[in-house]
């Protein structure tokens, strides 16, 4: 059994190969016959499809040239505002404009770990005070947003010994602190060896230390030089202390 359709019309007349739906062959054993059927069915629906679209806008268009034959404008200007008030919706652009608005909404995923709604309307005070505070979190972006990190006492002693680093070494200049107080804003990194100097200037386990105040104590040259000048201050304030009291006794002997 093979179906044909024939359009009515002379030009484009679809071919065998289109409009053929070929059944003469018997469906497999295993296979139900009803879904060979429906099948058949859907492929003969499709073949309609683009004819019935075809022979719709060829009558369209039949009947508009016959209407301005006689006269009829009202009809022509009709079929017009008709073709007009079709609405071609761009399903993209809409599921864009979903998106853009699903980027507002409060409902995020930590949405459900809030004690309370946030409100949805903000007042400016409170949006410029919420601006201040996430500002107040880096130097700005001409400093490529460096942090304001928090401040641990092992990052204090740290930043206290970088502060007084001209008195570590008497043989080395260091230039004066920009800031008398401890900074706010900075961030500490990690010097890497190099591949290359793996077993000639590295550093062993034991030897890496995890703070600046860990590495001066287990300097050695450093204990002596501090256990040095430690000595020498405490000379000068004994002969200074003596000096002071030997003033004193003096002033006292005289107002006697």
């Known amino acids: 059994m093979s179906f044909f359709i024939d359009s009515g019309d002379g030009e484009n007349i679809p071919t065998n190969s289109d409009l053929i739906i070929n059944t003469t062959c018997p469906p497999p054993e295993n296979e139900d016959p009803n879904t060979t059927i429906k099948e058949m069915l859907s492929q003969y629906k499709t073949c309609l499809t683009p004819l019935n679209s075809k022979l719709k806008s060829k009558h369209n268009s039949m009947f508009d040239t016959f209407a301005m034959e006689m006269g009829w404008s009202d009809h022509v200007s009709r079929s017009r505002k008709k073709e007009k008030e079709v609405i071609d919706i761009d399903t993209s652009q809409t599921r864009r404009n979903v998106n853009d608005l699903l980027n507002k909404s409060v409902l995020t995923p930590e949405f459900e770990t809030l004690t309370q709604v946030p409100p949805y309307e903000v007042a400016e005070t409170r949006l410029r005070l919420q601006r201040q505070r996430e500002r107040a979190k880096t130097k700005g972006a001409k400093w490529y947003g460096l942090p304001?990190?928090?401040?641990?006492?092992?990052?204090?002693?740290?930043?206290?010994?970088?502060?007084?680093?001209?008195?570590?070494?008497?043989?080395?200049?260091?230039?004066?602190?920009?800031?008398?107080?401890?900074?706010?804003?900075?961030q500490i990194g990690k010097v890497m060896d190099s591949p290359l100097e793996f077993y000639n200037n590295r550093l062993t386990k034991k030897e890496k230390k995890e703070t600046l105040v860990d590495e001066l104590l287990a300097d050695a040259e450093f204990n002596r030089y501090n256990k040095r000048k430690y000595k020498e201050i405490i000379e000068e304030k004994q002969g200074k202390?003596?000096?002071?009291?030997?003033?004193?006794?003096?002033?006292?002997?005289k107002s006697k």
């Open 148 to 186: 304001a990190t928090e401040l641990t006492k092992e990052v204090k002693d740290d930043l206290q010994i970088l502060q007084m680093r001209s008195v570590l070494d008497p043989k080395r200049f260091y230039k004066k602190n920009d800031l008398s107080v401890l900074p706010k804003y900075f």
């Open 241 to 253: 202390a003596w000096k002071q009291a030997k003033k004193r006794r003096r002033n006292k002997n």
